[in-house]
């Protein structure tokens, strides 16, 4: 057969299903929308980047440090400066800071800004022009968030440490921020010239110092490459507007990718949809195929005019998915906003339209492929005794061929939808398995129901429930998608419910709720002595020392990080600065894995090392084990101790954890700070006790952690609300599949009314009929989907996040609850007609 | 009598247009008769039985079901009169493919509810005994062939203790053997239950073993005979 006759063929034979057909293929628009919507975001996102890059930056060059530039440094600058250069300074640092009219107290960053920064792009104030004017005279301008929280307005005055300034006005819009960083870390911008005046900048506090630079790309290069060593020795990292964008790009493109995996479920949930259709239109189509076979077709003709159905139908579900998606697309920047830095210009992007279409016809046909080799391998004999058995089976190696490709395409779309190849192929093999998982449980669901279900039940439920084993009911297809889009959704709860109980710290009494940083030595008694005339004891005073680490096993750091043989330690873990303690017990977050803890013992001997205690994971990034030395570098005096034990550390727990504990006896002397924690109940008191604080001791930074706990939840839900937003898609799948599955069995429900209205049965006993079907429907998709979430959760609570696990029992009811309700609903919409045909009509069509 | 009508009439709309299947429908059924109604292709045959049973409203005209006028029941009415007095066997068998053999035969009972379930149960198998199924109550129709379906059928529609039997065509899918079996047992169940009897057919050997023939022609009744019968 010549293509054009199959052509023609194919389009005449799709007369009378094409509706149908076009329904079923309407659960691939959903994935291939999802698909579109995610990809062409991700491309305007990466236009945005490059068009504003530099504005997000604000220079050609950040250079930054955890300390101030040494001279070296400054010399550099210097020169940089009186050779014409413009040179931007912006020091930063988190503080709490006081309204004195409201009595309120919030920790805030402080930003100290000189110079013309940014040199790209403008910072909107109210009143307007304020960016350049309020540095003269002893004002801030802050994030509206700042007034927010402490109740204030402009024209007030904030204490800053010692230093008073009156609020000039607030910042509308700077570039590179993004809405939801700025509501939970709100900033103030004060003028350079006034930060000493705070007196906030003293031991143990963590800073950023950032110099701006303009200047052209090239010489930005010359002058990196120059100071390279300079920078390198004295820990200033660096960022050209090119690394920024490549990093946002790469960022948002993760971003993007890891929610496109989300979408590739809800597309694979159609394919699924696609088959279970086929292969009720194969059911259809057989003795058509048979009558073409007896007319002279070969088989590979017969495949061909089929095929080129579903090619067409694929191309028509695709295209309304390319269409949904570019309206969808409009709406993910809301439900992403936030979460980006940037203004996302809406613009069509062709690449992954084209995509869509493809992948969309490409998972039709690789999912309709199998059941259409049933018509392909059809008996011509069908044609003249209908009763013969359906279809043939076709041969091993065609069978072999399309499984193959359906595998193959799989793992294809898995990788270049997925952020990394192996997430790719991790990707492929959990949708497998999950699948598999998913069948399993709804199979056994089915088959326990079918076995267990009480006789003694009324009929008209027992029918209803025997109605699911109905023939072409498609139960299972429409049980998996819509378990999975259960599945994501319950899971993506568990996790987020577990992680936020968690951090519910009001509802334990015993634990701390405000905590007090950055104590100074001579601080430590003044301020358990304020705590104590509010009535509040502090519950736990930690010492903190900072530290580096100057040699291992005697090997000074350099030569380790030079090393290029054997085994070398993580960069991270050799360079960083760590925050030490020292005591003589263990805290309940911790267990010790290898060695002994000090206890009793606390005598040293003479001439033995002072002992440490390091957490597990950091010995393993150092190479390190019991027994080994560490020499530290505690402000310049050089400590040389070694590791006594291991631990392992629960770090989600809201307490001061450490990597590394020194015994006692050892630092008590160095430089150091100390946290306080303490509870207070109320919240009015809790604000009052933080206010006498830091009106006391302007440098103690306090934080109340109900208030990190609503932040987190926030950051939490907008998180997961972008992924929710994509397993709706699969939920949306799920439903399309139920209404195919429905149209499918549409005539035979209507004759199964007929039949029971014939020999007595009202319309509302139909009806509940129909009813008890649609809610065992619902009841096994919810089911099989919450049954495998709450594993799921479970498994990635205890093992990934290492927490306590509680099931969310009633939350979980409730999704069942709402599924059921849905496909009850979405089912009766369906199923007017059965209900609503006089019998006679049916009968009529029936015998004539 | 069991099923009277008058004047009866029914006009379905045909692509926009009329169409009258039935006109001047004049029928008086006495209890225990056995008629068989005739007649070509589309001259009304089923949809008189449809209406007989109450299966729509008639255009115009009346019909009694032992003494209630059917049209002016409401549908559930209608449907809960067929539950206690009306059988019906279709040509297609139409058993539910999702029930065994027995529950087939207990849906009636269970539709029409306030059975004892296990005198229920115990009537269903005596009449899967009585159609010769006693072996196979346990098997879903695709796991029986088309003459034992339609025993089913037979068994179902007796099911109720019915005071009418309505079959359309009841062996237009089966052999000529099967079928006579099927029709041999829908009479004895007759005679013995003391069912009134109404069939449509096609089938003249079929048609002779009735008391009374009654033939449609363009829907309209041409000839109402009584025969000699068996």
Known sequence: ?848 | MIIETRDLEQTYSSGGRPLTVLRQINLSIAPREFVAVMGPSGSGKTTLLGLLAGLDRPTRGVVRLDGDDLGSLSEDARARLRAEKVGFVFQTFQLMPTLTALENVLVPLELRGGADGAAAELRARQLLERVGLGDRVDHYPAQLSGGEQQRVGVARAFAAEPKVLLADEPTGSLDAETGRAVIDLLVELNRDAGTTLVLVTHDPALAARARRVIRLVGGTIVADARTEGQ
């Open chain 1, 1 to 848: 057969m010549r293509l054009p006759f199959a052509l023609a063929l194919a389009w005449r034979e799709s007369r009378g299903s094409r509706r149908r057909l076009a329904l079923y293929l309407g659960s691939v628009s959903l994935g291939v929308a999802a698909l579109v919507a995610i990809t062409s975001f991700g491309a305007n996102v990466r236009t945005s980047v490059q068009a504003q890059a530099r504005t997000l930056l604000g220079a050609d060059l950040e250079l930054r440090a955890r300390a101030p530039f040494p001279d070296s440094v400054e010399a550099v600058l210097d020169s940089v400066r009186r050779s014409g250069v413009p040179l931007a300074r912006v020091t930063s640092f988190a503080s709490m800071v006081l309204a004195p009219r409201t009595g309120r107290t919030r920790l805030i960053e402080v930003r100290a800004v000189s110079g013309e920064f940014p040199f790209y792009g403008t910072v909107a104030t109210d009143p307007p022009g304020l960016w350049t004017s309020f540095r003269a005279t002893r004002t801030l301008i802050v994030d509206p968030a700042v007034l927010v929280y402490l109740e204030a307005r402009v024209g007030d005055t904030l204490n800053i440490g010692d230093a008073r300034f009156v609020v000039a006005g607030v910042v509308t819009r700077a570039p590179g921020d993004a809405a939801l960083w700025t509501a939970i870390g709100p900033r103030v911008f004060l003028p350079a010239q006034f930060l000493d005046e705070t007196n906030l900048l003293r031991f143990g506090s963590l800073a950023q110092y950032r110099a701006y630079v303009q200047m052209p790309d090239d010489d930005v290069q010359r002058f990196l490459n120059r100071h390279n060593a300079l920078f390198q020795r004295h820990r200033i990292g660096n960022e050209t507007v090119a690394e920024q964008e490549e990093d946002l790009t790469r960022a948002v493109g993760r971003l993007a990718r890891w929610l496109g995996l989300v979408g590739l479920v809800a597309l694979l949930l159609g394919g699924l949809g696609v088959g279970s259709a086929v292969n009720v239109f194969v059911g259809d189509k057989l003795d058509s195929a048979a009558l073409l076979r007896c007319l002279g077709a070969r088989q590979r003709a017969v495949l061909a005019v089929y095929l080129l159905q579903a090619i067409a139908l694929g191309l028509v579900g695709a295209g309304v998915g390319v269409v949904l998606g570019l309206l969808v697309q409009a709406v993910l920047p809301m439900v992403l906003s936030g979460l980006l830095p940037l203004e996302i210009s809406t613009a069509l992007q062709w690449s992954p339209i084209l995509a869509g279409l493809g992948i969309g016809v490409g998972t039709a046909v690789l999912f309709a492929l199998p059941p259409l080799l049933r018509l392909q391998a059809v008996s011509p004999l069908r044609a003249l005794r209908h009763d013969l058995d359906g279809g043939g089976r076709a041969s091993r190696l065609w069978r072999l061929a399309v499984y193959g490709a359906l595998f193959i395409g799989l793992i294809a779309l898995s990788v270049w939808q997925a952020p990394r190849r192996q997430v790719g192929f991790a990707f492929a093999g959990s949708v497998l398995v999950t699948t598999a998982l998913l069948w399993l449980t709804a199979r056994s669901l089915m088959g326990a129901t079918r076995r267990w279900f009480p006789r003694r039940a009324s009929y008209v439920v027992r029918q209803g429930v025997a109605n699911l084993f109905r023939p072409q009911n498609q139960t299972t297809a429409v049980i998996l998608a819509i378990g999975f889009g259960v599945f994501l959704i319950a899971t993506l709860y568990v996790v987020q419910r577990n992680l936020l109980d968690q951090l519910a710290l009001d509802s334990r009494p015993d634990r701390p709720n405000l905590v007090f940083f950055d104590v100074q030595l001579d601080q430590r008694h003044g301020v358990v002595r304020v705590l104590a005339e509010r009535g509040v004891s502090a519950l736990g005073v930690t010492p903190i020392v900072p530290a580096r680490i100057a040699r291992l096993n005697g090997r000074p750091t350099d030569s380790l990080t030079a090393d290029t043989l054997g085994r070398v330690p993580s960069r991270w873990a050799l360079r960083r600065d760590y925050r030490n303690t020292y005591r003589d017990t263990l805290v309940s977050s911790e267990r010790l894995t290898a060695g002994a803890w000090w206890v009793g013992s606390t005598a040293r001997r003479e001439g033995e090392l002072p002992r440490i205690s390091v957490e597990e994971e950091l010995a393993g990034d150092l190479g390190v084990r019991v027994g080994d030395r560490i020499t530290w570098n505690v402000q310049g005096v050089p400590v040389e101790t070694q590791i006594a034990s291991l631990r392992q550390v629960s770090w989600a727990r809201f307490e001061p954890n450490f990597f590394v504990v020194f015994e006692p006896g050892v630092l008590e002397r160095a430089p150091q700070t100390f946290v306080l924690l303490a509870r207070v109940g109320d919240a009015t008191r809790r604000a009052e006790l933080q206010r006498d604080v830091v009106l006391a001791y302007p440098n103690v930074v306090s934080v109340d952690l109900t208030l990190v706990q609503q932040a987190v939840d926030g950051i939490v839900s907008k998180v997961t609300l972008a992924i929710r937003f994509m397993a709706l898609f699969s939920i949306g799948s799920g439903l399309v599949i139920l209404v195919g599955a429905l149209a499918a069995s549409r005539l035979q429900r209507i004759r199964e009314a007929v039949l029971l209205k014939t020999i007595g049965a009202s319309a509302g006993q139909v009806r509940r009929i129909f009813l008890t079907e649609y809610c065992a429907w619902g009841s096994l998709a919810a089911l099989t989907g919450v049954l495998l979430a709450g594993m799921a959760g479970w498994a990635l609570v205890t093992q990934l996040f290492e927490l306590r696990f509680r099931l969310p029992a009633l939350a979980l009811v409730g999704v069942w609850a709402t599924v059921v309700g849905l496909v009850a609903a979405v089912g009766l919409a369906n199923s007017r007609a059965a209900l609503s045909k006089p019998p006679l009509a049916v009968l009529r069509e029936l015998s004539e």
